[in-house]
């Protein structure tokens, strides 16, 4: 079990514990177990990597324990994705844990995970992972996923001027993934908002929603000229933008 080479493993581990029920009972009764605990670390390792289902319902807290800093950021990644199938609360404990991790594979993982369960618990912490540029658009969809129920909770976020300006910016991109008619009455009142990076990111979520959901009704005039004011303001800064550049090189003028 203790070996380098991961085909030994895994001939290790399912003649060890691939038998059956008395396997299963053997697995479970191995990592409940207090003594060796590199060996029961490596027994858990084989279960995350190889085991079967049933097998996978064997880990203990402990045995999850003592791979939540496992050196390998790949065996966090699959541990992750084991405990979006377990009821046990401590495993939401420990997805959490791996939500943060500094690994990103691992963080984009544990959102994965998290949208899957369908647990609104996990809602405060994929709200704050909106925040990671590396794993973003894994949290927009494992947030889309919850469907028109999380609508409420994105709205929110998106009022509380103490969310993170990242969070606040993605979650219109959120909302246009939800095809319902909330998702469209949630963003049309703000397309005034005052921020001009979440105006646009607005715009374009209504723009989406308008052209891949054709059974909900969009306000397409307000649309329309909210878009146009949005390119009108950004040739007027492009503009003076370039007047301001061309002050310090009058050559650029000619």
Not at 180 to 200: F, I, K, S, T
Not at 219 to 245: K, W
Request: hydrophobic content about 45%.
């Amino acid at each position: 079990l203790m070996d380098d080479d991961a085909g030994i493993q895994h001939a290790a581990f399912h003649y060890r514990f691939t038998h059956g029920a008395s396997g299963t009972e053997a697995l479970a009764e191995f990592l409940d177990q207090r003594a060796a605990p590199a060996l029961r670390q490596a027994a858990a390792a084989c279960v995350v990597r190889f085991g079967s289902e049933e097998q996978q319902h064997c880990l203990t807290q402990s045995a999850v324990d003592d791979l939540l800093d496992h050196d390998e950021h790949s065996l966090r990644a699959a541990l992750a994705q084991v405990l979006a199938k377990s009821q046990h609360p401590d495993a939401h404990q420990a997805l959490i844990q791996l939500a943060h991790d500094e690994n990103e594979r691992v963080r984009r993982v544990a959102a994965q995970s998290m949208g899957a369960t369908q647990n609104p618990d996990f809602v405060p912490t994929l709200l704050r992972m909106l925040a990671d540029d590396d794993v973003h658009v894994a949290v927009w969809d494992a947030l889309a996923g919850f469907g028109p129920a999380i609508l409420d909770a994105l709205v929110e976020a998106f009022e509380n001027e103490a969310t993170d300006e990242r969070v606040r910016r993605r979650i219109p991109r959120v909302v246009s993934s939800i095809p319902d008619q909330r998702a469209a009455d949630v963003l049309m009142p703000r397309l005034q908002c005052a921020d001009p990076v979440l105006r646009y990111n607005v715009s374009a979520a209504l723009l989406r929603l308008r052209s891949q959901q054709s059974h909900i009704t969009v306000d397409n005039d307000a649309v329309d000229d909210a878009l146009g004011r949005e390119v009108a303001v950004y040739y007027q800064l492009a503009q003076a933008l370039h007047r301001f550049c061309a002050s310090f090189n009058p050559s650029s003028q000619h």
